[in-house]
C-alpha cells in the first residue's frame, strides 16, 4: 500500500552537481547521497545507473556549471535533470564575503531522517530566505536556538585557530564540501571541533564562511550586523581554499 495517494504527494530529493571540464565533480558520493536520501524517505528507485549516464551527458554538453537531478516518489517523469552554465557565485562574493541574517524560522532537530535527507520539500527554506529580506543568506537555527546551516550551505568559523561546525545531530545536512573542508582541516593539522554553537560564538569569531558544492568556499563577512573578524577572507579559509584548490584535492 502506498504511504500517500500518489495525487498528494511531491515528495523526492535532490542533488546539485558542480561540472568543471565537461565532467561531474564527485558524481560517486552524489549518487550515494541522493540514494541513501530516497531510502530514508521510502522512496523505491532503481535507475541509478541510468541517471548516472544522463548526469554525464548533460555535463558533456554545458562544459562548466552544474547540473541538478531530482527524483520524485510518484510520476510520469520520476526523473528530472536542469543543466546551467551560470551559478549566481561569483570571484567578487570569495575576494569580498557575504552578508548572513539569522532567522526565527526553526529547522528540525538531526534525530528526524527528514533534516538528515536533501529532500525535495524546501517550504522551510523559503520561508527563512523571505524573514532573511536583503542578506545573501540566512542561518536557521534549530532546537534550543542551537545554530545548524544556511538554507543551502553548512557553515564553519574560527576561533583561536580552531576550526568549528555544528555537529549534524543539531539538524546539519552533512555536505559534501563539509566533509572535504573537515578533511583537508585536519590534513593541515587545524584542530577541528564539531560541537553546538549558538549566535555568541559566531559573532565573536576570528574568521567564518559558508560551504557548498557550487560556492565552495564563500567568506562571511557579517552576521546580524555584527562584522566577523578583521580580514576576510581570514588565513585559516585562505589556507583551506588554497588547499582544496591543489592537486586531487579541488574543491567540490
Not at 548516472?52 to 510520476?75: D, M, P
Not at 546551516?149 to 583561536?160: A, D, H, I
Request: charged share 25%; proline share 5%; with cysteine.
Amino acid at each position: 500500500m502506498r504511504p500517500v495517494p500518489e495525487l498528494f504527494d511531491s515528495s523526492g530529493c535532490f542533488e546539485t552537481i558542480r561540472v568543471e571540464n565537461g565532467r561531474p565533480v564527485n558524481l560517486r558520493e552524489h549518487i550515494q547521497r541522493i540514494n541513501e536520501s530516497l531510502h530514508a524517505l521510502a522512496v523505491d528507485f532503481y535507475g541509478q545507473d541510468n541517471l548516472a549516464a544522463e548526469i554525464r551527458r548533460e555535463a558533456r554538453r554545458i562544459g562548466s556549471g552544474y547540473v541538478r537531478v531530482t527524483v520524485n516518489r510518484y510520476g510520469e517523469r520520476r526523473t528530472v535533470l536542469h543543466a546551467s552554465a551560470r551559478t549566481r557565485y561569483t570571484p567578487a562574493l570569495q575576494k569580498w564575503g557575504v552578508r548572513l541574517r539569522t532567522v526565527p524560522t526553526r529547522w528540525p532537530s538531526g534525530e528526524t531522517a527528514r533534516s538528515l535527507s536533501k529532500h525535495s520539500e524546501r517550504l522551510s527554506s523559503i520561508l527563512a530566505r523571505c524573514e532573511g529580506g536583503e542578506a545573501f543568506d540566512v542561518l536557521r537555527l534549530g532546537s534550543h536556538g542551537l545554530l545548524t546551516e544556511g538554507t543551502v550551505s553548512n557553515f564553519f568559523f574560527v576561533k583561536e585557530g580552531t576550526l568549528f561546525t555544528p555537529p549534524a545531530w543539531v539538524g546539519v545536512l552533512e555536505g559534501i564540501t563539509r566533509k572535504k573542508v573537515l578533511q583537508a582541516a585536519r590534513r593541515l593539522k587545524i584542530p577541528v571541533k564539531e560541537v553546538p554553537v549558538t549566535r555568541h560564538d559566531l559573532f565573536n569569531a576570528d574568521e567564518a564562511f559558508l560551504t557548498n558544492v557550487l560556492m565552495r568556499l564563500l567568506p562571511i563577512r557579517e552576521v546580524d550586523g555584527r562584522r566577523i573578524g578583521e580580514i576576510v577572507p581570514g588565513p585559516v579559509t585562505r589556507r583551506l581554499m588554497s588547499k582544496l584548490r591543489g592537486k586531487n584535492a579541488t574543491i567540490r
